[in-house]
Every structure is written in C-alpha cells, then in structure tokens.
C-alpha cells in the first residue's frame, strides 16, 4: 500500500505542471463564501471556525477506511462528482495517513449522536474528516461537502473556481429514520434512465427511499413471469393516460434500478395496488373479473372503479404469484401493497381481501406497507400505514399508532409534488390544493394527525403522480424545488425550521441546478441566486 502512495505521490508531482498553471491561486470565488450551515437540509449542528478553511487542490487526495469496501465505494462516488469540474485527480486510496492534503472517509469515530445515518464533518486547514458508523452515514457526510463548496462543483467542465470549504465540525443525524419520493410509472411510464436520473437528484438531499407506483388502472409496469400478459399487453402500446407513456420494467431493468439506488444508499419500494386501481391486470385477463368478463383498458384519470374479485381464488393466487417474484428481487425490507380508494370493494370484502393478503407479504419476508385505508383492516402491528389524506384527524391512523403501527406522513396538500403550484402551473392536478414552496415546507410531521405524534412517524414521503407528466422534465419541473422541502422536514431537526432561512438556502441551490440542468420552477417565494 505504502508503495502505491509513493507511486501516486510522483504522479501527482508529475502531472503538477500540467495542471498548476490552468488554475491560478489567484483565482477569485465566482460565488460568496459560504458558511457550514448553507446546506439542505440544514444540519443537526454546525461550529465554524474561520481559522480552518480548506482548498481542496491538485494534491489532494480521497483517503477512505482501510478495509472497508462500501467507504471506498463512497470515496470513488465522491471523487467522481469532484472530478469533472475541479479537474483534479482526486485519487482515492485505502491507506492510514498521508503527508497530503486530504478528504477522508471513516467509518467510527463520530460523535456518538451520529447514529446509523449521520456523519460528523470537520473542516481544518490540512483536509476535511467524514466520520460515520456506516457508509450511508459517509455518503450523507459527501453530499454535505459538495453543498459546501462552490456552486461551480456541479458543472460538468472545468471552472477556474477555488475550491473553498468553511472551516469547523458539523456534527448531522435525522430526525426522522425514512425520507421518500415517489414516481408513478403506471398513468404514463418512466424510463430506466429517467428513474435513475430522478435517484442521483434525490441523493443529494438524502432522501433514503424511491417508492416505484408500478400497476394501477391505466398500466402494469413491472414483469411478472407467472403472469406475462400483465405487461405485454397491461403494459403494452396505447396504455398510458391518454394512450400515451406505455412501457414496463423487465426485472433486468428492474435490477438495474434497485442496484444503482443503493449505490446511492436509497432503497426501492415497489408498490402493486390493490383490490382496486387494477383495471390493467383486469382487462388483460378476463379470468381475473367476477363474471369473467375482460374490461376495457382505460386510459382516463378515473379512480375508484375497478376492483379484484374479492371471493375467487384465481385472485389469490395473481397476488401470491406476484408478491413472491417481487419479494424476490427487491432486497429492501419493504412491499407496498397500496389499497386506497377502493370505492368498488365493499368495506366486509376490503377487510377479507386485506386480511389474507397481508400474511403473503410476511411469508415472502417483507414488511407490509399501504395506503392509509389499510389500517382499517387491522393489520399487524409491524404494518406502515402512509397517509395521504387532507386533514388532520383520521380515527382508523390515530388507533393504528396508538395500537404501535408506523405512519408515514405524505399529506396530500402538503407533500404531493403532482399538486400545481399556482392556478397557472402548466402540469399537475389540484384536488388536493395549490402548493407553493411555503405550503410545502409549513407543515410538521409529528404534529398534523391527532394521535400520530413523532414517536408513531417512521418520516415523510413526496409523492409523484404522472397523471400530467411525460419527460423527465416534467417530473423536476414538479419536484423542484418543492422535493428539497420535504427533505428538510424528514431530516431536520423541528427546532431548526425557518422559513427565512430555508428559503435564502434553497434561493443558492439554483445555480447547481441550472449547471445540473434541472429544469426547477422559480417560485416568485424564493430569493434566487
Ligand atoms: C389520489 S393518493 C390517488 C392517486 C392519484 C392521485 C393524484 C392516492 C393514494 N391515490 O390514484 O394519482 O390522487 O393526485
């Protein structure tokens, strides 16, 4: 090892020349000095200390735990987000100290409040020092870095910028165990590439869970081998709202989704909706309706009319078939099972259907997750209910929690990322309400449903319906910057949250987007950078 450092030390020596006179020590800042609490979402605790300010520069080096596989993962991450606009080497090395200028990676060490998520961050005159007890605590740590240096680090060429970092400790844990998103690839499919693009987004505001909505009405969009025609044809050409937007994951693509999500240490939900929201299961198999009769594929925005035959066997044997090729390639902890606005399932056979589908979902390992509506079948007590409603009561979650049930909080006119902004936002839906950045951010999870306080909140989630979206513009134009909101309420501490002060941080994330390409709606609340 020792002699790969001297090895790099010549390179680097080397390749000074080359790189030395590109980037001038007098370089000015294109951008203010920025404080260690300029970060979304803002940190536990911040302590600057102007004497340690860090230039990261052609020497420095990416040093991560000896031994540890997943903090040299994180290093290589790191080095590649460095990269392209610092133009520096960064190399990354599995060694113990260097006489180099460093950023380093290590796992033990923090601050004891860092938990299984957090990460302590010291900046001095020699380097920065992540420490964690996890590599998501590590990768956390790295999103903060690059929030902390200039906006320039996002450009994807070389800028002449210094590579300033604020002196001090941040020491960063959240409040909440689980932060969500969701994208709706049923009302009209997104791509592999446009799922994966939406996770590198996500991951820098550590948001841990992408929950895909795979099967409703309109489409089904993930392959299941027992039952093919659920996505040759379910998925197939003219499904889509409108008969636009068809498509499916193969379980390759579905593969591919999961594993580059946990690179990035987010996990993937998939949710099949049922007993209602299946009009695409069911007009492609006529077996699958009570009088065996195949509906019509649908292609409006209806809700609330289909519903699986309740007292078939077949329909049991479609949801074991399904729940267990999806239990197999999801190695998360969690299955959504969905069940909301089952409006054509009486209330007796909601609580049949649910009370033998709930046990599939545990003989398969995973840990049953649905729409609040589920918690009126009495689930047991490791069941999530999320919450989507609009006010701020419901009899069924308040007894849930009460009963030891977990909630997630995504109230539908808070943190629906789908709802319009203002009457004139061109995409989206407003049944649930306008809004704005302010409505998104002004809320709090542990106190809007009575008897679902903080200790009942497993965190928030922002969901994404594509009733209105096409492009992966579309989903960041709906997203951003209201996603960053709901990210800040999952990770921040209550006592921290400022309107004031969220939007002055969110006003300096535009020039990283605009360099990301992020194509954002500039809230006229926002003072943008
Ligand atoms: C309600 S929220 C639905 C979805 C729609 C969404 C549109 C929920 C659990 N169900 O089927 O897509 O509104 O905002």
């Known amino acids: ?193 446009e799922i994966t693009a939406y996770v590198d987004l996500l991951s820098q505001y550590k948001i841990n869970y992408l929950h895909l909505h795979l099967t409703d009405d309109q489409g089904w969009r993930i392959q299941i081998d027992s039952w093919p025609r659920l996505t040759t044809v379910g998925g197939g050409p003219g499904t889509g709202v409108d008969g636009v937007g068809p498509g499916y994951l193969t379980k390759a693509d579905y593969k591919a989704v999961v594993a580059y999500a946990a690179a990035r240490h987010i996990t993937i939900i998939p949710e099949i909706d049922m007993p209602g929201h299946t009009n695409a299961a069911q007009s492609t198999y006529p077996e699958l309706n009570c009088d065996g009769v195949a509906p019509p594929p649908r292609t409006d925005t209806a809700v609330g009319y289909s519903s699986l035959c309740i007292n078939d066997e077949l329909t049991y044997r479609l949801v074991e078939d399904v729940i267990r090729e999806l239990a197999a390639i999801t190695p998360g902890p969690f299955l959504h099972i969905g069940g909301d606005e089952a409006h054509a399932t009486t209330d007796e056979d909601y609580r049949t259907f649910m009370q033998r589908v709930l046990p599939l979902v545990s003989k398969y390992g995973k840990r049953a997750y649905g729409w609040n509506e589920i918690m009126q079948a009495d689930p047991p007590a490791d069941a999530v209910a999320q919450f989507w409603g609009t006010g701020t009561t419901n009899t069924d979650l308040a007894e849930a929690a009460a009963r030891g049930n977990k909630v997630i909080m995504s109230p539908a006119n808070k943190a629906y990322l789908d709802m319009k902004y203002d009457r004139n936002t061109r995409l989206g839906l407003s049944w649930a309400a306008y809004i704005e950045v302010s ?59 400022n309107w004031e002060s969220f939007r002055t941080r969110l006003g300096q994330q535009a020039p990283r987007w605009r360099l990301q390409q992020v194509d954002f709606y500039p809230s006229p609340q926002v003072p943008w950078r």
């Open 1 to 193: 090892m020792r002699r790969t450092v001297t090895r790099l030390l010549a390179m680097t020596a080397l390749a000074l020349p080359l790189i030395l006179p590109a980037t001038p020590a007098t370089a000015a800042p294109t951008t203010p000095a920025r404080q260690l609490a300029d970060v979304i979402p803002v940190p536990v605790e911040t302590r600057p200390d102007a004497r340690g300010t860090f230039q990261i520069s052609p020497l420095t080096v990416i040093r991560t735990a000896p031994g540890s596989v997943d903090a040299w993962q994180v290093g290589r991450q790191l080095a590649e987000t460095l990269r392209p606009a610092t133009g520096y080497p960064l190399p990354v090395l599995p060694v113990r100290a260097t006489p180099l200028p460093e950023i380093a990676l290590l796992i033990g060490g923090a601050d004891s409040r860092v938990g299984q998520q957090g990460y302590q961050l010291d900046v001095t005159r020699r380097g920065v020092t992540i420490r964690a007890n996890t590599s998501a605590g590590l990768f956390a740590g790295t999103q903060t870095l690059r929030q902390l240096l200039p906006a320039d680090i996002e450009s994807p060429q070389r800028q002449r910028t210094t590579w300033t970092v604020p002196g001090g400790r941040i020491v960063d844990y959240p409040r909440f165990a689980y932060r969500g998103a969701m994208l709706d690839l049923a009302r009209h499919f997104h791509t592999v590439d």
């Open 439 to 497: 409505d998104a951010y002004g809320w709090d999870p542990a106190t809007r449903v009575a008897g679902v306080g903080e200790n009942a909140v497993l965190g928030v989630e922002a969901p994404l319906w594509s009733e209105t979206l096409r492009s992966l513009d579309d989903i960041e134009y709906m997203a951003f910057p209201r996603l960053p909101a709901i990210a800040e309420l999952g990770w921040s501490t209550a006592a921290s949250h």
